[in-house]
């Protein structure tokens, strides 16, 4: 009897330790859309400052878009083939030229660097899956 009690705590910590991961896997593209919808901004100002690569590929402008389908689309692999770097330098481009324009203050562009540093750990996280 207690080798079965045993044997049943088991298998119920299993499911829902299991339960537990789906649920976490489940919220990460609805946050990740959320999030994008305050970055892109950046991005997009980060693009303006630095105009086009030499290889269109690479681009930020073509990683961006790459991105907005993926995230639209929610298909993880997609996400996983985006090139966030390139995406998290030009927004962090962006930022700088804002504070150089007094459009926004040291300590706000700050909080956008971290939003940045956020949004990509939550991409990476998408991109194990």
Do not use: H
Request: proline share 3%; net charge positive.
């Amino acid at each position: 009897m207690k080798r079965n009690s045993i044997l049943a705590f088991l298998i119920g910590a299993t499911m829902v330790a299991c339960a537990g991961v789906a649920i976490r896997q489940d919220a990460l593209l609805p946050l990740a859309q959320k999030m994008y919808l305050d970055v892109r901004p950046e991005i997009v100002r980060g693009i303006a400052a630095t105009g086009a690569t030499s290889r269109p590929t690479d681009s930020a402008e073509a990683q961006m878009q790459a991105l907005d389908a993926a995230l639209e689309k929610g298909d993880r692999k997609a996400i996983g083939l985006v090139n966030w770097p390139i995406l998290d330098l030009t927004a962090r481009v962006g930022i700088a030229a804002q504070v150089r324009a007094n459009e926004i203050t040291e300590g706000v562009a700050g909080s956008l660097r971290e939003r940045l540093s956020n949004f990509g750990l939550v991409l990476a996280k998408l991109a194990e899956r």
